[in-house]
């Protein structure tokens, strides 16, 4: 979808709620250590997932554990683009699968050739992360593409100021659609509301089950409504909460 902004129908309590973190509940920030919900925004949600009987997650390609230290314990988390599902109140495992040694060899040779890189670990996810030089993007995707990561089982995907080296079944689609087929998910419509290209493959499965897709901000998408920004996310929010 492209051109002039479709805006989303209000959301009722049938529905099952997919949300992305970065970009969608909070602003996106330089640093991501810095990231934190809006004040009162942690009421917001728990009053939302309340209104879905718990049929609330919060789907990001943080690390679990990162993740839980930013959204209330109560709902559904589910990190490393959805390797790492958490339930409602329970705590992210003390250790984590890792991406093989020749993908994070490739990927820390490659930042090291590009000054204001950083490499961040996110169990068997590497991220890349670029926002501090912007006009490496080009060569920084040249460079990934030729490190032939695919041979280990991973993909390269391009999100915003980042590129993440992924394991093939790291998927925001795949974790939603297996969350359709599990309680209190099942039998609801799903609503997935993301920014970036990491969410277009949960957009994708939302629409096949015939769901509610929204993007935030500008871009093209497959994403069949949108929002302006994560104000208007917030604002959405607000009207099944205060229901």
């Not at 939302?48 to 997650?57: C, E, I, T």
């Not at 994070?104 to 670990?121: D, L, Y």
């Not at 609503?191 to 499965?205: H, L, N, P, Q, S």
């Amino acid at each position: 979808m492209t051109g002039q902004a479709i805006a989303p129908p209000p959301l009722t309590a049938g529905d099952a709620l997919f949300l992305d973190f970065d970009g969608t509940l909070a602003g996106l920030q330089d640093d991501p250590d810095t990231v934190f919900l809006a004040p009162g925004m942690d009421l917001v949600l728990e009053a939302v997932g309340d209104r879905l009987d718990g049929a609330l997650a919060i789907l990001s390609g943080r690390d679990a554990g990162d993740l839980a230290r930013r959204v209330p314990g109560g709902l559904w988390r589910v990190g490393n683009h959805g390797l790492i599902p958490l339930a409602p109140d329970q705590q992210a495992p003390d250790t984590r699968a890792s991406a093989p040694d020749a993908v994070r060899g490739a990927i820390e040779k490659i930042s090291a050739m590009f000054h204001g890189t950083r490499v961040e670990t996110k169990g068997p996810v590497l991220a890349l992360h670029y926002r501090q030089v912007p006009d490496a993007a080009d060569d920084l995707a040249i460079a990934l593409a030729e490190a032939g990561l695919s041979g280990a089982g991973y993909r390269i995907q391009h999100g915003k100021f980042v590129f993440e080296a992924k394991p093939q079944d790291a998927n925001k689609g795949h974790a939603l659609a297996r969350m359709m087929h599990e309680a209190p998910f099942a039998g609801r419509r799903p609503v997935m509301i993301g920014d970036d290209t990491t969410d277009e493959d949960a957009f994708r499965a939302a629409n096949r089950l015939d769901g509610l897709t929204v993007k935030v901000g500008a871009g093209d998408t497959v994403a069949r409504h949108r929002l302006e920004n994560v104000d208007a996310v917030h604002a959405y929010l607000k009207e099944l909460a205060d229901t």
